[in-house]
């Protein structure tokens, strides 16, 4: 079964670090481009970052730059979020999802595997 | 960065009718566009990608249209279990940005 389990949320003062986790069952993630959306408390979906399954480039929204970084390891088919300089508009929950695409003359990409989010929250 | 705007921001309708939500994005994703639905306390979940290609699993009664800047995501007769939040997505550029999502509740 095509599966995605998301780990490592928690609490975490203003300015601190946390890396998010993301296992993939049932696919190998380097086939995919792999992203983390997230939600805050009560607010709509955010995208975060995106990693490509060709040569691996990322890309991030402006709110995170600089200070999150997405990355894989192909031997764990595991992804992650490396969250750095933390701040209290960071509380989300964070998803990981699978980009799938279909090819209808241009390449269509959507997320089509997602899993259930891990909790973060920035607070003193 | 393009901004997708949906409407309404909620909704009230009766099971069995028709409903209808529109996204407008502020200039155009030609058919770069996926609906997503999120229950309470799920992950979402992908209903149309491409503008009006359903995803496999998900019941007919969803359908997307649309393309440029004006889609519809359209429910030919509601049933109980679509109360939900509904999302458009847009693809056409990174980043690939959300609505604000509408929230379809049963009368």
Known sequence: ?124 | DIQMTQSPSSLSAFVGVRVTITCRASQSVNNYLNWYQQKPGEAPKVLIYAASSLQSGVPSRFSGSGSGTDFTLTISSLQPEDIAIYYCQQTSSTPPTFGQGTRLEIK
């Open chain 1, 1 to 124: 079964e095509v599966q995605l389990l998301e780990s490592g949320g928690g609490l975490v003062q203003p300015g601190g670090s946390l890396r998010l986790s993301c296992a993939a069952s049932g696919f190998n993630i380097t086939n995919y481009a792999m992203t983390w959306v997230r939600q805050a408390p009560g607010k709509g979906l955010e995208w975060v970052s995106v990693i490509s399954d060709i040569g691996g480039g990322s890309y991030y929204a402006d709110s995170v730059k600089g200070r999150f970084t997405i990355s894989r390891d192909k031997s764990k088919n595991t992804l992650y979020l490396q969250m750095n300089s933390l701040r209290a508009e960071d509380t989300a929950v964070y998803y990981c999802a699978r980009d799938n695409y279909v090819q209808i003359s241009y390449f269509y990409y959507y997320m089509d595997v997602w899993g259930k989010g891990t909790t973060v929250a920035v607070s003193s």
